[in-house]
């Protein structure tokens, strides 16, 4: 090994800065953003899911069908931008992430998109024209999870900003699970069994959304371990 430089385990590269005498990162390769910007272009399909399936929420069963279809256009998108990256990983001599991380963040992505998709699915086969105020309060969690990600995903390639949002999307995920529990517990008290397994179907679709949401802020406190 060159004098002068540390490695630490499978984290980047150090070299002592011969102004401040202390060790500073290294990138041996020049970074390639695109990866990045695919999944941060990923996170922002789950962002705009959020407000078409909070409009669903708002309207009589008859105009569910444009929206859902807006839905359906969205979830595409993601599907799309999930193959790019495949593409992008096989094709590119440089990532930012190791390949199976960078996958990982993406198939969670895409993973959450598909259940927001079905939960608006859902809404229209079902002809529900209101949902319980729990149904709000997730889908409030689910934005905002989804916003945090947008802008974590662009900032992958500077781990030590992230450990804040890693943090906030547990809280919010935690969050989240006990809205379910709530929601879940009411709907017992209040409904009949056709109506509760109607709108029990869409509440475990929206609270597996928060878990993916979860999985990609965990994948991201695995990667910000490993390269500390």
Known sequence: MRAGVKSHGRGPRLDKSPETGKYVKLRLFPQEPAGLNLLSQMAQQIVLASATLAEILGV??????????????????SAELHFALLTH????????????????????????????????ELVALYKLDRLPKRAADQLEIISRQADLTVDAMRRLNNL?????????????????????????????????????????????????????????????????????
């Not at 009589?60 to 998108?77: Q, R, T, W």
């Not at 096989?90 to 927001?116: G, H, I």
């Not at 869409?202 to 991201?220: G, S, Y």
């Open 60 to 77: 009589p069963a008859d105009g569910h069908a444009k929206l859902v279809e807006d839905m359906h256009n969205i979830e595409a998108k």
């Open 160 to 228: 030590d900003d992230l450990e804040d949002y890693w943090i906030e999307i547990l809280r919010l995920a935690k969050r989240a699970e006990r809205t379910h529990r709530v929601w879940v517990a009411d709907m017992i008290a209040d409904m009949k069994w056709a109506q509760y397994s109607r709108n029990r179907d869409i509440a475990n679709q929206l609270v597996e959304v928060t878990k993916d949401m979860r999985r990609v802020a965990t994948q991201v406190g695995s990667i910000i371990v490993k390269e500390s």
């Open 89 to 120: 990983m096989r094709t590119s001599f440089v990532n930012p992430l190791p390949r199976e991380d960078m996958y990982a963040l993406s198939r969670y992505l895409n993973e959450a998109m598909e259940k927001m998709d079905a939960a608006a």
